[in-house]
C-alpha cells in the first residue's frame, strides 16, 4: 500500500498498489485500488495522462504497461504510478519514505 501527506482537510485520493513494490512490473499481476475522501461514487481512471475509463471500478487490474492515475468525484487527483514491462527491474517498497529509514531492495528478473 501506499498513503500520502497532505495539508489537513485536504480531499486527498490514494492509489494503492499490490503487490506494494514501486515500480510495479507487468508480470506481478499489479491490481490498483482508488481510495478517495469525499462523496462516494464512480472512479476516473487515467493512463499516459489521458482519461481512459470513466465510471470504472474502484479495484482495476492492470494489463498495459504505462502511468496511471484515479480521481474519485470530490477529490483531486491522485499521484502517479508507473507499471513496467522491463525484464530486470530495482524495486522499493511502494510507501512514504523519509531519511534515515531500513529499506529493502529487490532486484528482480
Known amino acids: ?32 485500488t482508488c481510495w478517495g475522501s469525499g462523496t462516494p461514487g464512480a472512479t476516473t481512471w487515467y493512463k499516459d495522462r489521458q482519461r481512459w475509463w470513466e465510471e470504472g471500478p474502484e ?16 477529490t483531486r487527483l491522485s499521484p502517479t504510478v508507473t507499471v513496467l514491462n522491463d525484464q530486470l527491474v530495482l524495486q ?9 529509514d531500513r529499506v529493502t531492495l529487490r532486484c528482480r528478473v
Open 59 to 74: 479495484h482495476l487490474t492492470v494489463t498495459e504497461s504505462g502511468t496511471y492515475n484515479c480521481q474519485t468525484p470530490s
Open 1 to 32: 500500500g501506499w498513503c500520502p501527506l497532505s495539508p489537513t482537510g485536504a480531499q486527498i485520493t490514494q492509489l494503492l498498489v499490490e503487490p506494494p513494490w514501486t515500480p510495479a512490473v507487468l508480470w506481478d499481476r499489479v491490481t490498483l
Open 92 to 100: 522499493v517498497p511502494a510507501r512514504a519514505l523519509l531519511e534515515g
